[in-house]
């Protein structure tokens, strides 16, 4: 499969990441390369095949619906580049 | 020799006869740094105020004949984990100011067992690489060569225990992070069970593939350290609920009568002739030892970098989405909105093999693509797991090289990335059948770089592994050989 410049523009905005016109040129040409490299795997026959997500097998693991610890709210948000009153302050959104 | 180039076992032994203190030993440690680390570059983060806090209190424990194996020895630690209020940057600049606020549960258990921490260990960026190149703070040199990769992604943590710089260290292996790295720099690296050490505090790459383990200057320390660091974490579900046997038990010197299989893909095209001449050396040592080696096969080995270089990107596009700049991080300054905030914080804060393959991970997962790759893949990874169950019926173990080549030269594969990503042709298959896996030093091209040789277990049985690896290095020397620093 082919991607091309306008597939690698939109999957940029998926992934919120910002390129250069050159650095998607070079994109569309080492994506290329490298999914060219990934056709291989249409030689194989997987359709009675049930895809492993899990390396050991294991499933539904839960706990107890009790209330556990959380972490600390004050060094939480000191953490991040701009608390305020309890919140992390970011640029507003402009549709 | 000094006390930063004996193994932990030896220290253990000398510290709990107080023939020797923790404060020394650490001593030791720091005073080597000073003088290799320059050339070197293993650690992004050095702690000695913290060391020799911990080395005191190691030795008041001691003292007090309340000495566990680790106690009072000093281990250095990949920037991947979290250590609590200590600096942990993943080798990114979108973390270069992170603090975590709790400890990993690995960090946790080093710290029980009265470990000394040296400091945090340079990486590839998020773990994505092979060479180490890709860290933000700049490249680590392989002791054996300072023009040469020590591997990656974990090669701050290889190159300190190879140098003498600590005495242990922690990495994590997605894709063969720690046994590449092993091979490169000669030392021990093995990569547990997928759930026998938890993830609890690995900053995520890939979920179903990442695992922390132990790099060691001989297989005695890395059991030792699987010890310390094994278990179940009921705050990691996809921590297993195992007991966690005493590795160092099965380390009796005696492989007879054990079953050895080779798979014939291992010696495939692209091999190095003194990787493969070396490793069958070994082989033919292990059949002296008394082991019985047969042809095995692993019919879709040549799928498996196609398989991993779709699904480990998938994995990481979902776990990188979380560096937004909004809670923990650099963030970009100026944007005029929340959305130009995220795509400048991101494009500004990743480098760029990171932002390749979250593009590539992201395309996988995308609408009208998912079937095609990640599904796919995710099947193929089946018929691989399904191969290795075929040949673990006939073996204990398997053997093969752990790298194609021995160490390449600094910015030799940087511009080329598939050509990168096929040096983790022999380490992949098990971290998508969550086997164990270790590498150790099985000899030395006639350049003096060392060749690893790779050790592969079924789930949960490192004890096998450890065996055989054991076994092969006490009756060679290759691990007693250090480089010229």
């Given at each position: 499969m082919?991607?091309?410049k306008e597939?690698?523009e939109?999957v940029a905005?998926?992934?919120?990441?910002?390129?250069?016109?050159?650095?998607?040129?070079?994109?569309?040409d080492?994506?290329?390369?490298i999914?060219?490299?990934?056709d291989?795997?249409g030689k194989l026959e997987t359709s009675?095949?049930?895809p492993?997500?899990h390396?050991?097998?294991?499933k539904?693991v839960?706990r107890?619906?009790?209330?556990?610890?959380s972490?600390d709210?004050?060094l939480?948000l000191s953490?991040g580049?701009?608390p305020?009153?309890g919140?992390f302050r970011?640029p507003?959104?402009?549709? | 020799?000094e006390?930063?180039?004996?193994t932990?076992?030896?220290?253990g032994?000398?510290?709990?006869r107080?023939?020797?203190?923790s404060k020394?030993i650490t001593?030791?440690?720091f005073?080597r740094?000073e003088?290799?680390?320059?050339?070197?570059?293993?650690?992004?983060?050095?702690?000695?105020?913290?060391?020799l806090?911990?080395a005191a209190?190691?030795?008041a424990r001691?003292?007090k004949?309340?000495?566990?194996?680790l106690?009072g020895i000093?281990v250095?630690?990949k920037?991947?984990i979290?250590?609590q209020g200590?600096?942990?940057?993943?080798?990114?600049h979108?973390?270069?100011?992170?603090?975590?606020?709790y400890?990993a549960t690995?960090?946790?258990?080093l710290k029980?067992?009265?470990?000394?921490?040296?400091?945090?260990?340079n990486m590839d960026?998020?773990?994505?690489?092979?060479s180490?190149?890709?860290?933000?703070?700049g490249p680590?040199?392989n002791p054996?060569?300072?023009?040469?990769?020590?591997?990656?992604?974990?090669?701050?943590?290889?190159?300190a225990?190879?140098a003498g710089?600590c005495?242990?260290s922690l990495?994590?292996d997605?894709?063969?992070s720690?046994?590449q790295?092993a091979?490169?720099?000669?030392?021990v690296?093995?990569k547990?069970?997928?759930?026998?050490v938890?993830r609890?505090?690995l900053?995520?790459?890939a979920?179903?593939l990442d695992?922390i383990g132990p790099f060691a200057?001989?297989?005695e320390?890395?059991?030792?350290m699987?010890?310390a660091?094994s278990?179940?974490?009921p705050?990691?579900?996809t921590?297993?609920?195992?007991?966690?046997?005493?590795?160092?038990?099965?380390?009796?010197?005696d492989i007879r009568g054990?079953v050895?299989?080779v798979?014939r893909e291992?010696?495939?095209?692209?091999i190095?002739?003194e990787v493969?001449?070396?490793?069958?050396?070994?082989?033919?040592?292990?059949?002296?030892?008394g082991a019985k080696?047969?042809?095995v096969?692993l019919p879709?080995?040549?799928?498996?970098?196609a398989?991993y270089?779709?699904?480990?990107p998938?994995e990481?596009?979902?776990?990188l989405?979380?560096?937004d700049?909004?809670?923990?991080g650099?963030r970009?300054r100026?944007?005029?909105?929340l959305?130009?905030?995220?795509k400048?914080?991101?494009?500004?804060g990743f480098?760029s093999e990171?932002?390749?393959?979250?593009?590539?991970g992201?395309?996988?997962?995308?609408?009208?693509?998912y079937?095609?790759y990640?599904?796919k893949?995710s099947?193929?990874?089946?018929l691989i797991g399904?191969d290795f169950?075929k040949?673990f019926?006939?073996?204990?173990?398997?053997?093969?090289?752990t790298?194609?080549?021995?160490?390449f030269k600094?910015?030799?594969?940087?511009?080329?990335?598939?050509q990168?990503?096929?040096s983790?042709i022999?380490t992949?298959?098990c971290?998508?059948?969550?086997l164990p896996g270790l590498?150790?030093?099985?000899g030395?091209a006639?350049s003096?770089?060392?060749i690893g040789?790779q050790?592969?277990?079924?789930?949960?049985?490192?004890e096998k592994i450890l065996?055989v690896?054991?076994?092969?290095?006490?009756?060679?020397?290759?691990?007693?050989?250090?480089p010229?620093?």
């Amino acid at each position: 499969m082919k991607i091309s410049k306008e597939e690698v523009e939109h999957v940029a905005v998926l992934a919120r990441l910002k390129f250069s016109e050159k650095e998607i040129e070079r994109f569309v040409d080492q994506l290329n390369n490298i999914l060219g490299y990934m056709d291989q795997l249409g030689k194989l026959e997987t359709s009675a095949v049930e895809p492993t997500f899990h390396a050991v097998g294991q499933k539904n693991v839960f706990r107890e619906d009790a209330v556990q610890p959380s972490l600390d709210l004050d060094l939480t948000l000191s953490n991040g580049p701009d608390p305020d009153r309890g919140f992390f302050r970011v640029p507003k959104i402009i549709e | 020799m000094e006390f930063c180039q004996m193994t932990a076992h030896r220290l253990g032994e000398l510290l709990r006869r107080k023939e020797i203190t923790s404060k020394e030993i650490t001593r030791s440690v720091f005073d080597r740094i000073e003088k290799v680390e320059d050339r070197i570059h293993s650690y992004i983060t050095l702690l000695p105020d913290l060391a020799l806090k911990q080395a005191a209190e190691a030795d008041a424990r001691i003292q007090k004949g309340e000495a566990e194996p680790l106690t009072g020895i000093p281990v250095a630690i990949k920037d991947l984990i979290c250590t609590q209020g200590i600096r942990t940057t993943c080798g990114s600049h979108i973390l270069d100011n992170f603090v975590p606020t709790y400890d990993a549960t690995v960090t946790v258990r080093l710290k029980k067992a009265g470990a000394v921490f040296v400091g945090k260990t340079n990486m590839d960026e998020f773990a994505m690489g092979s060479s180490t190149e890709n860290s933000h703070f700049g490249p680590t040199r392989n002791p054996w060569d300072l023009e040469r990769i020590p591997g990656g992604s974990s090669g701050g943590s290889a190159a300190a225990v190879a140098a003498g710089e600590c005495i242990l260290s922690l990495g994590s292996d997605t894709g063969g992070s720690i046994r590449q790295p092993a091979a490169c720099c000669g030392i021990v690296g093995l990569k547990p069970t997928y759930g026998r050490v938890s993830r609890y505090g690995l900053v995520a790459f890939a979920s179903s593939l990442d695992q922390i383990g132990p790099f060691a200057k001989d297989v005695e320390d890395a059991a030792l350290m699987l010890n310390a660091i094994s278990g179940y974490e009921p705050r990691d579900s996809t921590s297993v609920n195992l007991p966690v046997p005493d590795y160092t038990k099965f380390l009796i010197n005696d492989i007879r009568g054990m079953v050895l299989g080779v798979p014939r893909e291992a010696f495939g095209e692209g091999i190095d002739p003194e990787v493969e001449a070396t490793v069958r050396e070994a082989i033919r040592t292990l059949e002296k030892l008394g082991a019985k080696m047969v042809d095995v096969s692993l019919p879709h080995s040549e799928y498996a970098v196609a398989v991993y270089y779709i699904i480990a990107p998938a994995e990481a596009s979902s776990n990188l989405a979380r560096y937004d700049g909004v809670k923990y991080g650099f963030r970009a300054r100026g944007a005029y909105d929340l959305l130009e905030m995220y795509k400048e914080t991101r494009s500004q804060g990743f480098g760029s093999e990171v932002k390749r393959r979250i593009m590539l991970g992201t395309y996988a997962l995308s609408a009208g693509y998912y079937d095609a790759y990640y599904r796919k893949a995710s099947q193929v990874r089946t018929l691989i797991g399904r191969d290795f169950e075929k040949a673990f019926a006939q073996c204990d173990a398997l053997i093969l090289p752990t790298a194609p080549t021995p160490a390449f030269k600094l910015g030799e594969k940087v511009d080329d990335p598939l050509q990168m990503y096929l040096s983790d042709i022999y380490t992949i298959p098990c971290n998508l059948a969550g086997l164990p896996g270790l590498s150790l030093p099985c000899g030395f091209a006639k350049s003096g770089l060392p060749i690893g040789l790779q050790v592969l277990g079924n789930h949960f049985q490192e004890e096998k592994i450890l065996r055989v690896a054991d076994a092969y290095e006490r009756n060679t020397d290759h691990h007693l050989r250090k480089p010229n620093l």
